[in-house]
T-cell receptor, first 116, second 113 residues
């Protein structure tokens, strides 16, 4: 497709379970980003990939959160032993990354995670 | 860390009115972006600014990159009902390993027909 896609669009899970969220970036975009957005709040940076490596993981809130990217394409955000405070919309974005700084981020529709 | 202050937090206006919102930062950025988010969707990029003092328009939207590189504003002229949504500013310093945008908390715009 032409845009960033994310799956699932909605996920309801029980406290303590693990979840995996998927992001398919725009084809050819070398950079990929994960953000968290709590209800009525702004976007909170989680992690950034350049290619398959993550030079900036500074936003991951705890060691229960991890992410990987393969083939310079699909990325998976994994949350282990989910807690109720993990409930939020998880947004993925991708961009070209160039020395001229033309790296506007394009967002997917998000995955709404609800932890009961 | 870097923080963005975005104001106002919310606006209730009449259709046809002009809108102005702004963001200020505690430190300089070399990129400012403005996004709009509608319910249930991801943010959509409206305008990107790369040079201090740059003024860029996109239809009824105009945004400026402040000369101090610590602020930016977004104006919407002659608002219409479909302008409703949350507008986010975001700042970034590209290069190096720092890849993330810093987002403001958003301005929620409501337009009365």
């Amino acid at each position: 497709g032409a845009g960033v896609s994310q799956s699932p669009s909605n996920k309801v899970t029980e406290k303590g379970k693990d979840v995996e969220l998927r992001c398919d970036p725009i084809s050819g975009h070398t950079a990929l980003y994960w953000y968290r957005q709590r209800l009525g709040q702004g976007l909170e940076f989680l992690i950034y990939f350049q290619g398959n490596s993550a030079p900036d993981k500074s936003g991951l809130p705890s060691d229960r959160f991890s992410a990987e990217r393969t083939g310079e394409s699909v990325s998976t955000l994994t949350i282990q032993r989910t807690q109720q405070e993990d409930s939020a919309v998880y947004l993925c974005a991708s961009s070209l990354r160039s020395s001229t700084g033309l790296n506007e981020q394009f967002f997917g529709p998000g995955t709404r995670l609800t932890v009961l | 860390g870097q923080q963005l202050n975005q104001s106002p937090q919310s606006m209730f206006i009449q259709e046809g009115e002009d809108v102005s919102m702004n963001c200020t930062s505690s430190s300089i950025f070399n990129t400012w972006l403005w996004y709009k988010q509608e319910p249930g969707e991801g943010p959509v990029l409206l305008i990107a600014l790369y040079k201090a003092g740059e003024l860029t328009s996109n239809g009824r939207l105009t945004a400026q990159f402040g000369i101090t590189r610590k602020d930016s504003f977004l104006n919407i002229s002659a608002s219409i009902p479909s302008d409703v949504g949350i507008y986010f500013c975001a700042g970034m310093n590209y290069g190096g390993s720092q890849g993330n945008l810093i987002f403001g908390k958003g301005t929620k715009l409501s337009v009365k027909p």
